[in-house]
Structure formats: structure tokens, C-alpha cells
């Protein structure tokens, strides 16, 4: 019998940190958790996933339920131990650069929105000079009307992601403005994500 939680009701991102939770203390061969919106079901699918687990999802009633089974010998298994020893000024300083841009509206700085817009068009625009330093954008608040059908950047955000730069948009944002289904690019993500972002990139550029 797999491992249940029911999440159903919960606020983003506290499906995704249950579920964490229970990896990280239980090791569980098989997990299913109850969701009840889509925003979660992504969120909970994509962690499980991310921690190798197959994913499949089976309505119920008003309710994902989201399975995850681990790799065949991976579940309830002690976790390999990392021998690891602290990093010095030299092998930090040749790591390389993470530069995440973290962009909560759809308009650039404050005063007059058409000038914003133009402004955040051209500095999407403009992004790819970063090179490979450019590592991830995170979309939140109003920033996610980027990454839908009809954004006049859409095309530079799916240059952007096809060039391999990490795009997550924020999924209670989404549900909150009704654009969950017409979001074209980027991964739907949670608090979680965002907050680990944050914390492994090497600078954050805020918008």
C-alpha cells in the first residue's frame, strides 16, 4: 500500500513540503498525495519526479491523486552518505556563475505601464547577453502574465527556454489571474522552488 497525504486544501507550496517531508524521514517505496487543484498536482508530480520517482496521476472525485513509485530497490533505503569536506575561497571562486532573475510584474519599474512594458520587452530582449551566466527565471505576482498566450515577450521567454535557461512561473500566481491554462512556456512552481532558487543561485537580478 502506498504512503497517502492528504493535501487536499492546502496552500502552495505545503502539498510540495508534506511530500518532502515524508521522502526525507520515510524513504517510501510509493507515495500518493491528494491535491485538489492542478497548480499542486504539477508541483507534486515535478518534485517526485525530480526525486526519481515515477508519476502517475488518477482523478477522484474533485481530487488529484498523485502516485509516485520509486526506482525497483530504491524505497526504504538508508540514503548513501556524502563524504564531504568544506570548500575552499579558490574552488568557490572557479564555480560557476548562477545568475537567477527574479521578475514579479509584467511591467518594468513604476510611474507609466506602456513605458514599462516597453522597457521589460527590451530587456528580455537583452538578456541573452548574459551568456551562460544566465541560469533561471523566475515568474511570480504579476510577472507570470509574461509566460501566457498573448504576452508580447512571449517569443523571447521560448527563445529564452530553448536556449536552456530555467523558466518557472509561479502556480498560485497563475490560478490567482485565471491563467493557468494558457501558460506557454516555463515550468509551473511553487514557493519551494522559488525559494531554493533564490538561495542556489550565485546573484539575483530583481525586477
Partial sequence: MPRI????GLPCPQPVLQCKQCLD????????VLVDNDAAKENVSR????????????REGHLWKVVGTAPAGAGASAAPVCDCAPMSDADM???DSKVAVFITSDVMGRGDDELG???MFNFLGTLPELGGELWRIILVNAGVKLAVTGSPVLDKLQALAQAGVSIL???TCLTHFGLLEQKQVGETTNMLDVV???QLATKVIQV
Fill in 25 to 32: 524521514n520515510e524513504n517510501p517505496a510509493e507515495v500518493a
Fill in 47 to 58: 518534485f517526485l519526479g525530480a526525486r526519481g520517482y515515477a508519476t502517475r496521476t488518477e
Fill in 169 to 171: 512561473v509561479c502556480g
Fill in 196 to 198: 531554493t532558487s533564490l
Fill in 5 to 8: 497525504l492528504d493535501c487536499a
Fill in 93 to 95: 571562486a572557479r564555480l
Fill in 117 to 119: 512594458g516597453k522597457l
